[in-house]
């Protein structure tokens, strides 16, 4: 077996194992992209614990487990660039498309969602999305209002009564 081909089938294998670890990842179209940009977006997903590779589409395809959609193998051409996400995909979504309005120079292909297929009309809408963290604190408030509306209510009569009991004995 050549040394070229034994690289191609380990960087199969590599791919592999990034798709089967993360069940979140975005397909990347970086044509244009000068290397200064492209340096800068690695440190920024670098920073925040977001893989991202440069990929031979020949070989990605390849390495595309039976579990993904076939629908992604279509958006395997061109420049591709694979960003992937095993926590908090929204947070590498708002990452890319700040990046994107900052220089204008990436553009979202396709990609997968917490094992959806996500296409790029979609992709807007999930950077939009709130966190998982600020939907939790969100949901914790509006259960615990109600309940500390209906303590006060409870309480109010009893802080009568004490104002009331004060301002008989200040008379005696």
């Not at 200064?36 to 020949?58: A, I, W």
């Amino acid at each position: 077996m050549n040394v070229n081909r034994e690289k191609k089938e380990n960087l199969v294998k590599e791919m592999n194992k990034n798709f089967a670890k993360h069940d979140s990842f975005y397909l990347l179209d970086f044509i244009n992209m000068p290397v200064t940009q492209t340096m800068e977006l690695r440190r920024q997903l670098h920073e925040n614990s977001f893989p991202m590779k440069v990929v031979k589409n020949r070989l990605a395809l390849r390495a595309l487990t039976e579990g993904l959609p076939e629908d992604l193998k279509e958006y395997f051409r061109g420049p591709t660039a694979i960003a992937f996400a095993s926590e908090n995909p929204l947070q590498l979504a708002r990452i890319l498309r700040d990046f994107y309005k900052q220089h204008k120079v990436l553009k979202f292909k396709a990609g997968l969602l917490e094992g959806q297929f996500l296409p790029e009309a979609q992709f807007e809408d999930v950077a939009s999305l709130t966190s998982r963290e600020d939907l939790i604190a969100k949901l914790a408030f509006m259960m615990a209002h109600p309940l500390m509306k209906l303590l006060r209510t409870w309480q109010a009569p009893m802080e009568s009564l004490g104002r009331l009991l004060s301002q008989l004995k200040s008379k005696k």
